[in-house]
């Protein structure tokens, strides 16, 4: 059974950073395209950032030089760095396993002016 497991939730100001992470049981994150999703109330679920199995990496527009995607086999876990942090970043995010089309259960970032 495939689980998804987002941490790293916060508050930070405006300039500030987090690192949110996305620990897998159940399938193998190397072998799976891997993305970062996030929903802003009142709007759609969008891409943030994907690292493939052969970690390429995609990125939105609004977030590339900002954020960093990257994976750690050993702990089968996905990370989303944050830096430069931006109100308009806040949301809740979530990971997502695009291969089984299945989503974690998210994780709220919020980050103030």
């Known amino acids: 059974q495939v689980q998804l497991v987002e941490s790293g939730r916060g508050l930070v100001q405006a300039g500030g950073s987090l690192r949110l992470s996305c620990a897998a049981s159940g399938m193998f994150v190397s072998i799976s395209s891997m993305g970062w999703y996030r929903q802003a109330p009142g709007k759609q679920r969008e891409l943030v950032a994907r690292?493939?199995?052969?970690?390429?990496?995609t990125y939105a527009d609004s977030v590339k030089g900002r954020f960093t995607i990257s994976r750690d086999s050993t702990k089968n876990t996905v990370y989303l760095q944050m830096n430069s942090l931006k109100p308009e970043d806040t949301a809740v995010y979530y990971c997502?396993?695009?291969?089984?089309?299945?989503w974690g259960q998210g994780t709220q970032v919020t980050v103030s002016s």
């Open positions: 690292i493939d199995r052969f970690q390429s990496t």
């Open positions: 997502k396993d695009e291969l089984r089309n299945f």
